[in-house]
């Protein structure tokens, strides 16, 4: 049974930072493309960042420069690092994992980002 579990979102001022965290079980982790999705009230989910099985990184313009999306394939956890945050990356975000074309999601972590 895949699951993934996200953790780490939280209220943070402008300028500052969190790292989100996906424990994932139930799949080959280090097999497959993961992803960072986030989504606000009203918008589509949108893809933030993902990490190939061979690791290359891609992210979307509206964080490049500002995070970071690893992984620890021994812990089979996903991360993202987000540095300088603003208000409009106040969003839940969620993990994704994409195996083999069947789509898995978390259930989310919300991040706030307010003075």
């Known amino acids: 049974q895949v699951q993934l579990v996200e953790s780490g979102g939280g209220l943070v001022q402008p300028g500052g930072s969190l790292r989100l965290s996906c424990a994932t079980s139930g799949f080959s982790f280090s097999s497959y493309t993961m992803s960072w999705y986030r989504q606000t009230p009203g918008k589509e989910r949108e893809s933030v960042a993902a990490i190939t099985r061979s690791g290359t990184t891609t992210y979307s313009d509206s964080v490049k420069g500002r995070s970071t999306i690893s992984r620890d394939v021994y812990v089979k956890k996903l991360y993202l690092q987000l540095n300088s945050l603003k208000h409009e990356d106040t969003a839940v975000y969620y993990c994704?994992?994409?195996?083999?074309?069947?789509?898995?999601w978390g259930q989310g972590t919300q991040v706030t980002v307010s003075s």
């Open positions: 994704r994992a994409n195996l083999g074309g069947l789509l898995y």
